[in-house]
């Protein structure tokens, strides 16, 4: 398994109405290209890449555990793994466990959470991984 390095990161989204031109910039960088910010959790290998990039969804209970471990593993086979936050708009940083209020909370967020916003996140994530010098955009 490869050593790997992992961060949190803002992906810039330009749309907040769910278009999928959004766009990508990591939140040290200073600059945004987007009024919404959405969270995400990246983990890739240390060794110089590139790398094939994916994009890890998370369940009804957000970047949790879980996801942040599947999205390291991803990482230690060779990947550049990024996880967005999904429930970003009505729940920053949403994270639970697996009880059953939980989980209710979480569906409750999945029900504000709609198709053309869901879209968009994920094509910011794309956009944020292809624009990485470390992930080969062609993979």
């Known amino acids: 398994m490869a050593e790997i390095k992992t961060r949190s990161v803002a992906i810039a989204n330009g749309s907040t109405s769910g278009s999928t031109s959004g766009s990508t910039n990591d939140s040290a960088s200073g600059s945004t290209n987007g009024s919404l ?6 983990a890739e290998p240390v060794a110089a890449g590139p790398y094939p990039g994916v994009i890890v969804i998370q369940e009804v209970f957000g970047v949790n555990a879980h996801i942040r471990a599947v999205t390291e593993r991803l990482a230690q086979d060779g990947y550049v793994a990024i996880a967005p936050a999904i429930y970003q708009r009505t729940a920053p940083d949403f994270e639970v466990g697996y ?9 409750y967020h999945k029900e504000l959470t709609r198709a053309d916003q869901l879209l ?20």
């Open 120 to 139: 968009s996140d994920i094509q910011a994530a794309a956009d944020y991984l292809k624009a990485m010098p470390t992930v080969n955009a062609n993979a």
């Open 99 to 107: 009880s059953d209020e939980e989980l209710k909370l979480g569906r």
């Open 37 to 42: 910010q959405i969270a995400a959790y990246l």
